[in-house]
T-cell receptor, first 110, second 112 residues
Framework: SQQGEEDPQALSIQEGENATMNCSYK?????LQWYRQNSGRGLVHLIL?????REKHSGRLRVTLDTSKKSSSLLITASRAADTASYFC??????????FGAGTRLFVKA | DAGVTQSPTHLIKTRGQQVTLRCSPI?????VSWYQQVLGQGPQFIFQ???????GRGNFPDRFSARQFPNYSSELNVNALLLGDSALYLC???????????FGPGTRLTVL
């Protein structure tokens, strides 16, 4: 089965600071997606990066993918209190999907 | 366009009972996946259906079953409920053109 982990498990920063979280995986992927979850609600899709891409931006989000290291990073710049949530990465293989680990819990202090 | 809908929002059952959860994906999305998320943990994959066929199954017992209907909506059934089945059950429809999954708000199941 697919495996991977996000780290750190928890991150606490001040508003305005940048937040970086990482995702690792063990098997090949077609793409990797990042999702946000607020307080036990449904997951919201943030950004998708394909295996032939190295970096992608969306607003204050920057995602990098290093297929040689089988890892991805999500950077949230100029964080806001509203960014407080759990963040998960999901590996796209073209087949069924799994979401790895317990995610990164981000807390942004106002 | 309406998002992914799930019903019911909350559900309380007792051990040994059976439950059916429902999901409707975004119009045009033919793939539906189900996930279980226990409090404090990440979602765990249960099933994926595409065009009414089971495409994948996670590491869950046979008490869990699902089906997809011609309109691409889906049901997840859980028999002989255990306390450990208490969780948030998430449904996601997939846009196969972009490989993006769109999640519903979830059904919170409590087993007493």
């Amino acid at each position: 089965s697919q495996q991977g982990e996000e780290d750190p498990q928890a991150l606490s920063i001040q508003e305005g600071e940048n937040a970086t979280m990482n995702c690792s995986y063990k098997t090949s992927i077609n793409n990797l997606q990042w999702y946000r979850q607020n307080s036990g609600r449904g997951l919201v899709h943030l950004i998708l990066i394909r295996s032939n891409e190295r970096e992608k931006h969306s607003g204050r989000l920057r995602v990098t993918l290093d297929t040689s290291k089988k890892s991805s990073s999500l950077l949230i710049t100029a964080s806001r209190a509203a960014d407080t949530a759990s963040y998960f990465c999901l590996k796209g293989t073209g087949g069924f999907k799994t979401i790895f680990g317990a995610g990164t819990r981000l807390f942004v202090k106002a | 366009d309406a998002g992914v809908t799930q019903s019911p929002t909350h559900l309380i059952k007792t051990r040994g009972q059976q439950v059916t959860l429902r999901c409707s994906p975004i119009s045009g999305h033919k793939s539906v996946s189900w996930y279980q998320q226990v409090l404090g943990q990440g979602p765990q994959f249960i099933f994926q259906y595409y065009e009414k066929e089971e495409r994948g199954r996670g590491n869950f017992p046979d008490r869990f079953s699902a089906r997809q209907f011609p309109n691409y909506s889906s049901e997840l059934n859980v028999n002989a409920l255990l306390l450990g089945d208490s969780a948030l059950y998430l449904c996601a429809g997939e846009d196969i053109r972009t490989d993006t999954q769109y999640f519903g708000p979830g059904t919170r199941l409590t087993v007493l």
